[in-house]
Each structure stands twice: as structure tokens, then as C-alpha cells.
């Protein structure tokens, strides 16, 4: 049997779950939330793995060079992903460098800089994979298959990573209102990893997220056209 995680919560009722594995110096922590790609508006399709994406072109009092030249420095890893239900940011890095790597992960959770010239950057990247990924017919069966199967309407039939169109139609406002609808406390889980205690990691969370607010449900938003 699977060792069980320690539970406990933040002071804004946000679940932890640690799973302490100190063989080696070194640790995993992932914040997960309900909002994804689901919430992606009408015709602009990819709203949400471009926010994704975006979010770490700069966040905090760090321009996009500067955040990732600082991660780099630290040694740290931080990834994002998004799905038809939900997102994550994942932050990995040397046991010494938790406290650091948790200030750059806060400020990607409550202040993305999602500046327009970054949003460009990101679109330009996603657009230009995506066309690379539409070449390959596995790639081109799967989103078929999800959208005959659901409908080409229903958030599930929807490609997580969008179509060129809508990319190219979602707006640096359209990512601050998905980031804004999406990345709030309520329905969040963090779950973390390795090197690491509840003992230490609580309070390090609370003194950067422990103010993280909740506000209306996510999937009760309503984009205006």
C-alpha cells in the first residue's frame, strides 16, 4: 500500500496534501485549480493554455527574461498545464531553494504580469506548436475523435490547446479575465512531495497564499461577446 499524505489546510481553507519522500534533497509542489480550457470563449478557443502559458512570461516585479533567468538561477523548474477541467502550476527545485521557489510560484498564482508584447510572445509560441502538432495525424485523429464523440461544442469536445483562429482572436484581456475567473482559491488543492514537511511547508504557503482569495464559481462566469 501507497504511503497516505499528511492533510491539512491552509488559513483560507485551501486542502494540503504532502507526501514527505526524503531519500533525496529534493522537492515537488503543485497548485491545482478547478478553472481550465472549459472556460474558454466562444471563437477563442486556446484563451487558456494561452493564459497558461503567459503567466510565466513575467510575474511580480519580474519581466519575463528576469523571472526565467531567476528560476534558471535557483536551479528551480516550474511548469503549467491546463485541461478541460482545471489547470496547474508544478514548482520542482533542491530542498534549499523551497522557500525562493514558493515566492516566484506565488507571484505567478497572484500577480502574472500578462503584459500584451509577453501575450504576443506566447500566442506566437502556441500557434506555431500547434501548427507543428496539426501535421501529425495522431495528433489530428485525437481532436477529431473528442469532438465527434462529445460534440464540437461541449468543453470537452474543445481542444484543450485551442485552434489557430481563436489564439489569434484571444486578446491580452481575454487572458486576465481567464486567469482572474480561473486562479482563485476556491476549488484549489496543493499537493507537494519529496524533501519536504507539512511542518515547513504549511507555514511558508500561508505567509504567501493564505490571503488567496475565493470569488464567485468559476464555471458561473460569463464571458461578454
Known amino acids: 500500500m501507497p504511503p497516505a499524505p499528511e492533510a491539512s489546510a491552509l488559513t483560507n481553507a485551501v486542502p494540503l496534501w504532502v507526501l514527505p519522500s526524503p531519500t533525496l534533497p529534493i522537492f515537488t509542489v503543485v497548485v491545482t485549480v478547478p478553472g481550465g480550457s472549459q472556460?474558454?470563449?466562444?471563437?477563442?478557443?486556446?484563451?487558456?493554455?494561452?493564459?497558461?502559458e503567459a503567466m510565466r512570461h513575467g510575474a511580480g516585479a519580474l519581466s519575463g527574461p528576469a523571472f526565467a533567468a531567476e528560476v534558471e538561477r535557483r536551479?528551480?523548474?516550474?511548469?503549467?498545464?491546463?485541461?478541460?477541467?482545471?489547470?496547474?502550476?508544478?514548482?520542482?527545485?533542491?530542498?534549499?531553494?523551497?522557500?525562493?521557489g514558493l515566492d516566484l510560484l506565488a507571484d505567478l498564482v497572484l500577480r502574472p504580469q500578462l503584459k500584451g508584447g509577453e501575450v504576443k510572445k506566447a500566442r506566437e509560441l502556441l500557434v506555431a506548436g500547434l501548427q507543428q502538432d496539426l501535421a501529425e495525424p495522431a495528433y489530428v485523429a485525437s481532436r477529431t475523435a473528442n469532438a465527434l464523440y462529445w460534440g464540437a461544442a461541449h468543453p470537452y469536445g474543445r481542444p484543450t490547446d485551442g485552434s489557430t483562429a481563436g489564439l489569434k482572436k484571444a486578446s491580452a484581456g481575454d487572458v486576465k479575465r481567464w486567469h482572474?475567473?480561473?486562479?482563485?482559491?476556491?476549488?484549489?488543492?496543493?499537493?507537494?512531495?519529496?524533501?519536504?514537511?507539512?511542518?515547513?511547508?504549511?507555514?511558508?504557503?500561508?505567509?504567501?497564499?493564505?490571503?488567496?482569495?475565493?470569488r464567485d464559481s468559476a464555471l458561473a462566469i460569463r464571458w461578454e461577446h
Not at 523548474?77 to 508544478?90: M, N, Q, R, T
Not at 519529496?194 to 511542518?199: E, L, Q, R
Request: charged share 10%.
Open 39 to 52: 472556460l474558454d470563449p466562444v471563437g477563442k478557443e486556446g484563451t487558456a493554455a494561452l493564459a497558461m
Open 180 to 214: 482572474k475567473a480561473a486562479w482563485q482559491s476556491g476549488g484549489a488543492t496543493i499537493t507537494a512531495a519529496g524533501d519536504v514537511s507539512t511542518a515547513t511547508l504549511l507555514p511558508l504557503l500561508n505567509a504567501r497564499l493564505g490571503t488567496w482569495a475565493a
Open 75 to 100: 536551479g528551480l523548474s516550474i511548469e503549467g498545464g491546463v485541461g478541460a477541467d482545471g489547470s496547474y502550476l508544478s514548482l520542482s527545485g533542491p530542498s534549499d531553494q523551497l522557500a525562493p
